[in-house]
């Protein structure tokens, strides 16, 4: 796990609209956040990106719902989408007023 950890902080994508525009997009921070949630600091990655656990837990519910197809899974993900657009718009916003 370490080599991957290692890997990945080697090879960070940067963002493109803050190397052309100046200012960080929504997005900003996934890749770290991830990172620290593989070493095992979830409190540094939720600070990094809040949305990366649901959108996560998202993408497990949605594998489960395309395999298994569960009855009420399409508007389960609805909401779950919802949510998460929530939360990155929330903390996108916060982020760009501090």
């Avoid at 290692?6 to 890749?31: A, D, I, R, S, T």
């Avoid at 990106?49 to 009855?71: D, R, T």
């Avoid at 508007?75 to 760009?96: D, P």
Wanted: aromatic share 12%; glycine share 6%; charged share 15%.
């Amino acid at each position: 796990m370490k080599s991957i950890i290692n890997w990945l902080e080697q090879h960070l994508q940067p963002c493109f609209y803050k190397e052309v525009l100046g200012f960080e997009c929504p997005g900003c921070g996934m890749q770290r956040s991830l990172i620290e949630l593989l070493k095992g600091n979830l409190i540094q990655s939720l600070k990094l990106y809040p949305a990366l656990l649901p959108i996560i837990i998202l993408f497990i519910f949605l594998i489960l719902h395309l395999s298994f197809n569960l009855k009420k899974g399409a508007a389960i993900l609805k909401y779950m989408f919802i949510g998460n657009i929530s939360i990155i718009m929330i903390s996108y916003f916060i982020k760009l007023t501090h």
